[in-house]
């Protein structure tokens, strides 16, 4: 027996402004997500429906629609995950963008949707201390969840959270709390990445180039119109012959001629001079 009630139209006025803000799809299968994630402030907030609370985003769309769309949003991430991407960026990309950046000395990645960071880190693990010393090397990692961005700045993950990770690597990159249960981002690391809020459904105010872009189990939430005016928006931020990564469960029609694909949901910019 449910605490609260929740009826379908309940659940497809939520989805509907959940679409309308930041275009992810909730399909008839979130259902029971979307309850037990609201139900939550619901109760934080001290109401007894979901029409209440339904009420209550409508017009506090400051402070409540942040919670409410920070409460939707699904962030399951870890670091090197899909590793033949950071492979393939640290055995091919990094030699790639020496030659190719030689003259202006600048390197931009960015990561779009990091969630609580640990991709933008694994990026920065895999690209530290492999360009000149005097290059201009920048990671920009962007999320729709300011809590979670609020976590990714702060670079400190849970033993259990680091677990994949190597001992040299943890040496490297992280300093370990006195009681082992945690571990922090280096300075070093955290000096390559910008953590900004952004919805990818408003306007980018970055102008790029980028030379790769990661943005991976994002698209999942989108339909195709969506994911079509963002391959569109990546293909114009990309550097000619940039790189784009998305997820292993995400897919690019073979309509989208403007990139070549790779293999492994890796894929060019394809020049047309």
């Not at 907030?45 to 409540?64: H, P, R």
């Not at 899909?82 to 055995?91: D, M, V, W």
């Not at 999320?143 to 190597?166: C, F, H, M, P, T």
């Not at 550097?239 to 998305?246: A, K």
Request: charged share 25%.
């Amino acid at each position: 027996m449910r605490e609260f009630l929740f009826t379908d139209d309940d659940f497809q006025g939520l989805s509907k402004r959940v679409y309308k803000a930041c275009g992810i799809v909730l399909g008839p299968h979130k259902k029971e997500m979307v309850y037990s994630r609201i139900a939550r402030r619901i109760r934080a907030n001290g109401l007894t429906s979901f029409k209440q609370y339904i009420a209550l985003v409508d017009n506090d769309s400051e402070q409540e629609f942040s919670h409410f769309i920070n409460a939707i949003t699904t962030n399951l991430t870890s670091f090197f995950r899909e590793s033949h991407h950071f492979e393939h960026l640290s055995n091919v990309l990094v030699s790639e963008m020496i030659k190719r950046n030689s003259a202006s000395k600048r390197v931009r990645i960015w990561s779009a949707g990091c969630s609580t960071g640990e991709e933008p880190y694994s990026i920065a693990m895999t690209i530290q201390g492999r360009f000149p010393t005097d290059w201009d090397v920048k990671i920009l990692a962007t999320d729709l969840d300011s809590s979670v961005l609020a976590k990714a700045q702060e670079g400190v993950y849970s033993a259990r959270s680091i677990n994949g990770l190597e001992q040299e690597e943890l040496r490297k990159w992280f300093l370990k709390s006195a009681d082992g249960e945690s571990y922090k981002v280096k300075p070093t690391l955290q000096s390559l990445i910008s953590f900004k809020r952004l919805n990818l459904l408003e306007s980018w105010p970055m102008k790029g180039p980028f030379d790769l872009i990661f943005c991976r189990n994002v698209l999942i939430y989108f339909d195709k119109e969506t994911k079509d005016k963002l391959f569109s928006g990546y293909h114009r931020l990309l550097t000619p012959s940039g790189h784009l990564f998305i997820g292993h469960s995400e897919t690019m029609g073979k309509e989208h001629t403007e990139f070549i694909n790779l293999g492994k949901t890796m894929y060019q910019k394809a020049s047309y001079e």
